[in-house]
């Protein structure tokens, strides 16, 4: 990105410039005045940065906090599968997840990507915010540092619960974080759930069917989730993105 300003080797300084030292992200102005730019190399490196936090092993604290996420979703599962008559093999059918998986985490012994947990909560009928665990009473309450990341199984997708667990049976509010050039594929929610996707920064091709629309910051689009739909981010950055899902009655 150019702002129109020649840039001079560390040491050497421009015509009618009173610099120094100019380090790669930084240019001179008259009067030595001296700002910011991101370049190219530096956006690069920033991008590689969010690679490898995103490969980096979870910290103590999502460890636990995983952890916690796998004992309730495996008792969720236990409970409504039960409650509704159903056997593992006949839940791994109406899910398309397979018995033994569903049996591991029942069992708590593995912890289940984005989408396994979708094809759960679809296959039994209920709300995603339902098989994670929690009931809203009164008022409820989620701070940031206690609401636990999903990740897609690819590790591209992000997904932050913004509304308590069970605060809304039929109404769910999400923070998504797409990485660059990525995209991610959703099965078809239960019938008459609808999505509403703003997006807050980067772009989105958010495809519904066989329809591709583009959007950027500020855009919004609604439409129905229990087809089939993907998250597309074309852009060479991260792409955030508010979901908020609003189930069938």
């Given at each position: 990105m150019s702002h129109g300003v020649s840039r001079w080797p560390v040491g050497v300084a421009g015509p009618g410039l009173d610099c120094t030292e100019l380090a790669p992200v930084l240019w001179c102005t008259a009067g030595g005045a001296m700002k910011k730019e991101k370049t190219p190399v530096h956006e690069t490196n920033r991008q590689a940065a969010a690679v490898q936090l995103r490969k980096a092993p979870l910290p103590p604290g999502d460890d636990v906090g995983a952890a916690d996420l796998a004992r309730r979703v495996g008792a969720q599962l236990r409970e409504k599968r039960k409650a509704r008559g159903l056997s593992l093999d006949e839940l791994a059918v109406a899910s398309g997840v397979s018995r033994a998986a569903l049996s591991q985490i029942e069992l708590c012994k593995s912890n289940p990507s984005l989408g396994v947990?979708?094809?759960?909560?679809?296959?039994?009928?209920?709300?995603?915010?339902?098989?994670?665990?929690?009931?809203?009473?009164?008022?409820?309450?989620?701070?940031?540092?206690?609401?636990?990341?999903?990740?897609?199984?690819?590790?591209?997708?992000?997904?932050?619960?913004?509304?308590?667990?069970g605060s809304n049976p039929w109404v769910e509010l999400y923070e998504l974080r797409l990485a660059a050039r990525a995209?991610?594929?959703?099965?078809?929610?239960?019938?008459?759930?609808?999505?509403?996707?703003?997006?807050?920064?980067?772009?989105?091709?958010?495809?519904?069917?066989?329809?591709?629309?583009?959007?950027?910051?500020?855009?919004?689009?609604?439409?129905?989730?229990?087809?089939?739909?993907?998250?597309?981010?074309?852009?060479?950055?991260?792409?955030?993105?508010?979901?908020?899902?609003?189930?069938?009655?």
């Open positions: 947990l979708w094809k759960i909560a679809i296959g039994l009928g209920i709300p995603f915010s339902e098989l994670i665990g929690g009931q809203g009473q009164g008022v409820s309450l989620l701070r940031r540092s206690d609401a636990q990341v999903l990740r897609s199984a690819d590790g591209k997708l992000e997904s932050r619960p913004l509304s308590p667990a995209s991610h594929a959703s099965d078809p929610h239960a019938a008459g759930t609808r999505e509403i996707v703003v997006v807050l920064s980067g772009s989105l091709h958010m495809r519904v069917g066989l329809e591709v629309y583009e959007l950027g910051p500020g855009d919004s689009i609604s439409f129905r989730a229990d087809a089939a739909h993907a998250y597309e981010n074309p852009g060479a950055s991260e792409g955030r993105y508010h979901d908020l899902i609003i189930y069938g009655r």
